[in-house]
């Protein structure tokens, strides 16, 4: 009776099943199975990470290079100097902790060190932080020089290891290569190997053989993201005539219209 009853309900369910939903589910299956062939069929693959160029061939790693060197590292950790005293000018105990490995550091010329230890020595001398404005804007100069140097040390490397692979790994593919850029959302506009390869390849619009992977810092999950941007574009050429019309949101044009004619209160 029970087994009778099961065979029923199933029976049933499946007559109600909405058609639609089944079209649904085949597209989403569908766009699964594409990703994953588009993922399987790319050509070789630069994804920028962090310190590192990596070059994925058939989603395997294949070869990587340093491209930030320890000099770079000592740039930006001298950068953040003047940022952590202005994030820590209420505490007497982080300033003086700052104080202290500052002075540990051997003196240089980057126009940071001098500066902020005459600074936390008043304050800390004081009990008191004041002109703490007028520090950070006296350290505009020797931050962006710091960013200058720091960029160039990244870009020379990524050039020198690029130009080799480009050579020696990537002659006969070099037209088919994609490159995938690594990133966090507030460094994104801007990014160095980002401005790199728009030069390199010539290519400004993501979704062709250039993409950006915001917080995706696990590559597999960036090299996804690249073979969504090849169904999608491939998509949006075939309905839309615009390979780039899927790499925004699909309703985007019928919400400025609705709202162009519906004005909202402010």
């Known amino acids: 009776m029970l087994l009778r009853y099961l065979l029923i309900t199933t029976c049933c369910l499946a007559a109600a099943a ?42 395997t790693l294949a070869a990587e290079a340093v491209i930030r060197p320890p000099r770079y590292h ?26 202290e490995n500052l002075a540990a550091l051997e003196p240089g010329t980057d126009g940071v060190r001098a500066p902020s230890l005459a600074f936390l020595d008043g304050a800390l001398a004081r009990g008191e932080v004041s002109g703490l404005d007028a520090y950070c804007a006296a350290m505009r100069g020797p931050l962006e020089a710091l960013a200058r140097e720091a960029a160039a040390l990244e870009l020379e490397a ?11 790994l990537l002659a006969a593919d070099w037209d088919r290569v994609r490159v995938v850029v690594i990133g966090s959302h507030m460094a994104r506009e801007g990014e ?69 004619s519906h004005p909202l209160p402010r």
Request: proline residues 4%; charged residues 30%.
């Open 192 to 260: 160095v190997g980002w401005q790199f390869f728009t030069r390199l390849l010539g290519e400004a619009r993501e979704g062709g053989r250039l993409v950006f992977a915001e917080e995706k810092w696990d590559p597999r999950e960036a090299l996804k993201l690249l073979a969504t941007h090849m169904v999608d574009g491939d998509l949006g050429r075939a309905f839309f005539g615009d390979p780039d019309r899927m790499h925004r949101d699909v309703l985007a044009p019928g919400a400025r219209i609705w709202l162009d």
């Open 74 to 99: 000592r740039l930006k950790g001298l950068s953040h100097v003047p940022l952590a005293i202005r994030l820590a000018a209420g505490d007497r105990g982080r300033l003086a902790s700052l104080r």
């Open 158 to 168: 990524m050039e020198r290891e690029v130009r080799a692979w480009r050579r020696d």
């Open 18 to 59: 909405d058609p639609l939903l089944e079209i649904d589910a085949a597209f989403h299956r569908a766009y699964a199975e594409a990703r994953a062939g588009a993922l399987a069929r790319q050509g070789p693959v630069l994804v920028v990470s962090g310190d590192s160029l990596q070059l994925y061939r058939g989603g």
